[in-house]
């Protein structure tokens, strides 16, 4: 059974269809890839897997460990071991040292705190306000810090690699290692592929394009298909839905 079953989902924001009829697995341990050109519905597929407010699920249906929570409220999701890292995350008025502490003791984070703090190189962050006047690199990596202290059992993360510099895509990769490694599934969106040679449990990849998912296929054969056709190449030769 897969960690993750999205199916045939259909979703709308604010009074308009974003997301058609999109399907897709997650398995635990594995790292699958989700690609798309701009505006393709990356992040509402994100955020509705999340269960955030605003994404109304008018058809199908999402199954986490074979529980159909598709109606169930995000703290809930959360509570049951999903997490997300985000795009373009909200500014918190809370000092990250504290925050962070909180969130590891909640989860009885036992790995030490300074360890991944250092794999991240969060020392000199965690004394601000959480994303207030941090540099978009700083932001990423903030919010992987926050969510491995989650222990998520799936981790939904939203370019982790974009506007990061090549040294900290290594760090940035090892920490998705290091989630898959301790089980967890993981739905990776990036622009650049470049950060997958890093990753050690690829699994499948899939390409979002409209709102809809036109191809699917080992995330290896997805990034060099996307390289060479482009993906308006591959919506024409590949159209699924
Ligand atoms: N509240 C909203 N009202 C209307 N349209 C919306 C709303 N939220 C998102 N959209 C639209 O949904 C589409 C998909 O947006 P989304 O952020 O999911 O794309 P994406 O694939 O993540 O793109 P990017 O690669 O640029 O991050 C976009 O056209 C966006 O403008
Ligand atoms: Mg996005």
Request: proline share 2%.
């Amino acid at each position: 059974m897969a960690l993750l079953d999205v199916r045939e989902l259909a979703v709308r924001v604010d009074g308009k269809n974003i997301i058609e009829n999109v399907s897709l697995r997650i398995n635990k341990g594995e790292i699958t890839v989700l690609m798309g050109p701009n505006a393709s519905g990356k992040s509402t597929l994100l955020y509705s897997i999340m269960g955030l407010q605003k994404y109304r699920v008018v058809k199908g249906k999402i199954l986490f460990n074979g529980k159909d929570i598709t109606n169930e409220p995000s703290w809930k999701r959360a509570r049951m071991g999903i997490g997300l890292a985000f795009q373009n995350p909200p500014k918190i008025l809370i000092r990250l040292r504290y925050l962070s502490r909180k969130i590891a003791e909640l989860h009885s984070f036992h790995e030490s705190l300074e360890n991944i703090s250092k794999l991240l190189s969060m020392d000199q962050l965690l004394d601000r306000n959480i994303h207030y006047g941090f540099s978009g690199g700083e932001s990423k990596r903030t919010e992987l810090f926050l969510l491995m202290l989650q222990k998520p059992k799936l981790a939904l993360l939203d370019e982790p690699d974009s506007g990061v510099d090549i040294e900290s895509i290594r760090s940035i990769a090892d920490c998705i290692n290091r989630l898959a490694e301790n089980g967890a599934g993981v739905l990776l969106v990036t622009h650049q592929g470049y950060i997958l040679r890093y990753i050690d449990n690829l699994g499948r990849g899939y390409v979002m394009y409209n709102g809809r998912i036109i191809y699917e296929d080992d995330a290896y054969i997805v990034l060099k298909k996307i390289m060479i056709q482009g993906y308006s190449g591959l919506a024409s030769s590949h159209k699924k839905a």
